[in-house]
């Protein structure tokens, strides 16, 4: 039986926790993303609370599942719900704009005080 070298293993776990990590960046600056989401604040807010209930809050999402899905929408590869509207949004962003919007946006503090208190 072979066994995998404690160094290895613990290198490996390291990696995949950061990799699954809702606070990672996903490789992309905050700060350049702060200057690259005028377009996305129309309908997601500067600091990722949605204007309407149509659109979905950004703040705080993980960013990796924000570039996975701005990619998507770019590639034309994620159908149905608003694609219409984000298919064209993503299109002209580069592999770096859309890190550097995800690590903003996963940055950010999501406004629980202003979601509807319909009790």
């Known amino acids: 039986m072979r066994t995998i070298p404690q160094a290895a293993l613990a290198a490996a776990i390291m990696l995949s926790t950061a990799a699954l990590s809702g606070t990672a960046v996903a490789d992309g600056d905050p700060e350049a993303g702060e200057g690259k989401v005028a377009a996305c604040a129309a309908c ?18 993980s960013a990796t599942y924000l570039k996975s899905a701005l990619t998507a ?21 580069s592999d770096e704009d859309i890190a550097d919007i995800a690590a903003y946006y996963s940055q950010q503090q999501p406004d629980c005080a202003s979601a509807d208190d319909e009790g």
Request: charged content about 20%; aromatic content about 6%.
């Open 44 to 61: 997601h807010g500067q600091d990722g609370m949605a204007s309407a209930d149509t659109y979905p809050n950004l703040a705080g999402q």
């Open 73 to 93: 929408y770019r590639e034309g590869n994620r159908k149905g719900g608003m694609s219409s509207v984000m298919e064209p949004q993503a299109a002209s962003l």
